[in-house]
């Protein structure tokens, strides 16, 4: 058993993921398997807990290609669905495990009971439907996740509110435009940030690159990971080239230890 905690990242992209259907965009064309990108969500192992933050629609193929026995549960950012509609294939761990823990703000829990009904059902369930055991995610309210307290972070999507999630010396943000002042404080001291960088044009409700390597300066972590990386941002190579020392484009598949 490793005390170390294992951060998997299951998917780097946006919501179309690279390469985009249908795209001649140089970066979808690349062979380098580092401009290949699922919809972005995250594996956080420590002991024997694994915890995966945001389920979209790449979650199977994500859990094929990096396989964990059991799942302890899965944290929701928000309800878009890149992060919210791979939800059905948590059957396999249903069956064998129950009910599935998920965490996640009210609205999004509003969210998923209205368009993943038959998950949420109480009675007259159908027979292969998945079950949760929901639980609610407050501003300012840790939740013990295995042995862990686990610290929601508020961010902003343009208007949206999101949350992001500290697990002892690793933050994770996505899908951030703005954060308080308030909640950068509670980032100090990691070790690892995760933040969204989309591209290196602004955006109206995304860190573009500029603004992520501001924050990842503010937080001062010892090392910066970016994802949410959309094809417009460039070849992961050349981008990374650029990058201050200490802060790095994440890439499918990249596993680091803490």
Same mark, same amino acid.
Request: charged content about 25%.
């Given at each position: ?58 979650? /199977? ?29 948590? /059957? ?73 999630? /500290? ?43 500029? =603004? ?9 972590? =010892? ?36």
């Amino acid at each position: 058993m490793d005390d170390k905690m294992t951060i998997t990242f299951l998917g780097t992209g946006t919501s179309q993921g690279i390469p985009v259907i249908g795209s001649d965009h140089p970066v979808c064309l690349s062979k380098d398997p580092k401009d290949k990108r699922l919809r972005v969500s995250v594996l956080v192992s420590w002991k024997n807990f694994n915890y995966v933050i945001d389920c979209g629609p790449d979650f /199977r193929q994500q859990m094929l290609t990096n396989p964990i026995e059991k799942l302890d549960g899965i944290l929701f950012t928000h309800e878009h669905a890149d992060h919210t509609a791979g939800i059905d294939d948590i /059957r396999p761990f249903f069956f064998r495990q129950g009910d599935i823990p998920i965490y996640a703000h009210e609205r999004v829990i509003t969210s998923l009971k209205r368009r993943f009904d038959y998950i949420f059902a109480g009675e007259n369930r159908y027979p292969g439907a998945p079950a949760v055991q929901v639980v609610q995610v407050k501003k300012d309210t840790p939740i013990a996740l295995g042995d862990l307290e686990v610290v929601p972070i508020e961010a902003y999507h343009n208007r949206l509110q999101v949350f992001g999630y /500290r697990f002892g010396e690793f933050v994770y943000l996505t899908d951030v435009k703005r954060v308080e002042e308030d909640q950068i404080k509670k980032m100090k001291g990691a070790k690892v940030l995760v933040v969204n960088a989309l591209r290196k044009e602004p955006h109206h409700s995304h860190f573009n690159l500029e =603004e992520a390597i501001a924050l990842a300066q503010e937080v001062g972590a =010892e090392k910066t990971y970016f994802t949410h990386i959309s094809h417009i941002m460039g070849f992961h190579e050349e981008v990374e080239k650029e990058l201050p020392k200490n802060i790095h484009l994440a890439y499918d598949n990249l596993q680091l230890k803490i």
